[in-house]
């Protein structure tokens, strides 16, 4: 299956803003080992992975998944200064070239659908919000989680993809 466009969920768009960054600087820079432990060594897996984001023309994302990689990357990565204005340079940049369509998906007009109001609930706003927009567009959902995303998504009839499964890692 080949894709244009597609919503992209908060931990693989972090993962594939992490992979851009290592792609762009020094081998030896720090953060090539977070990269490294993404992939576990397995170039096949990696070089695919990279494909399948070159093959996508089209980015669509949530502000509010888009403030939820924020609290990520500080979480995860610990950066200092002048390192995170690297990183978010470079990540711009790259979801630029991505064209990234970043849509509000209101809270109140999630809890006024039945089906999504319950969502809200067992699954929180952020991933509520990014099914909402996979079905207004009509899109499926890339996502690293396995779980409870998914299982939601899929059953709204939103194709998912779960790039490890997708890229038979």
């Given at each position: ?20 960054y ?16 993404v992939?576990n060594?397995?170039?096949?897996y990696?070089?695919n992975?990279?494909?399948?984001y ?67 609930f ?16 009509e ?9 409870t ?19 038979n890692?």
């Amino acid at each position: 299956m080949l894709l244009n466009k597609a919503v992209i969920d908060t931990s693989a768009l972090f993962e594939i803003l992490l992979v851009n960054y290592s792609l762009k600087v020094s081998p030896k820079d720090n953060l090539c080992k977070e990269v490294d432990s993404v992939f576990n060594g397995n170039l096949r897996y990696k070089n695919n992975y990279i494909e399948f984001y070159n093959s996508l023309k089209i980015f669509y994302s949530t502000s509010q998944a888009i403030g939820e990689l924020h609290g990520l990357i500080n979480s995860r990565l610990h950066f200092k200064d002048k390192l995170y204005e690297k990183f978010w340079e470079i990540s711009i940049d790259y979801l630029k070239q991505k064209r990234l369509d970043e849509k509000l998906i209101e809270l109140l007009t999630i809890s006024e659908n039945n089906l999504t109001k319950e969502m809200i609930f067992k699954i929180g706003y952020v991933d509520t919000g990014l099914i909402e927009l996979a079905m207004k567009e009509e899109l499926c959902i890339i996502t690293k989680d396995r779980q409870t995303l998914r299982k939601y998504a899929k059953n709204m009839m939103i194709n998912v993809i779960v790039l490890s499964e997708y890229l038979n890692y």
